[in-house]
C-alpha cells in the first residue's frame, strides 16, 4: 500500500498494491499498520455507502463539533473527489485538492478532521465507500456551497445536481469563524 502526501497537509492519497489473476483482483482497502508508518492515526467507527448518478454534487460538507476523518473509496464508477481546508489558522485555509478516484484505479483519499468534503460523480452511476472516525450527527453538520468562488473548484461537470440543502449553503468568507474548526 503506498500512501502519499498531497499539497494539504493530512490529507492523503492511498493507492493499494492489487493482486490480479484470472480469477480477479484483491486488494488491502486499509491497514492500519501502514496508516501508522505514516504517522496516521486514527479508528474508524462508522462505515457509509452512498449511490449517486452522474452529475451529482454531494457536499461539501464537514462537521464542529463532532468532527469525522474520512477514507473514501469508490466500487463502481468514478468520482472527481474534493477536500478543502477550512481550518482556521493554517497556512492552505480556503485551498482544495481534487483526485479521481474509480472501481478501475482503486485510489483512495483520506481526509482528516478539519476539512469540507465533497465530490462529484463523473460515471453514469457510482457507488462510494467511506469509512469514518466519528460517528455522523445530524444536527452537527456543516456545509460550503459546491461553487464558492473563494475556493474556485474546477468541478468537471456544469449545471449539477444537487440537493436543495446544498444549493443553500454559505460560502467560506461569510461563515463565522467561530463555525470553523482551528488549525
Sequence with gaps: MKIAPTGLSGVFVIIPEVHRDERGYLFESFNTNSFKSQNISMEF???NQVFSKKGVIRGLHYQLYFPQ???VSVFQ????????????????FGKYVGLNLSGENFKMLFIPKGFAHG????SKTAKVQYKCTNVYHPEDEKGI???DNNIDIEWPINNPVLSEKDKNLPTLKTIDKGHLPRF
Design 45 to 47: 467507527v462508522q462505515d
Design 77 to 92: 464508477g468514478e468520482i472527481y473527489d474534493i477536500a478543502v481546508d477550512i481550518r482556521v489558522g493554517s497556512p492552505t
Design 145 to 147: 456551497v459546491w461553487n
Design 69 to 71: 476523518g474520512k477514507l
Design 119 to 122: 465530490y462529484q460523480v463523473l
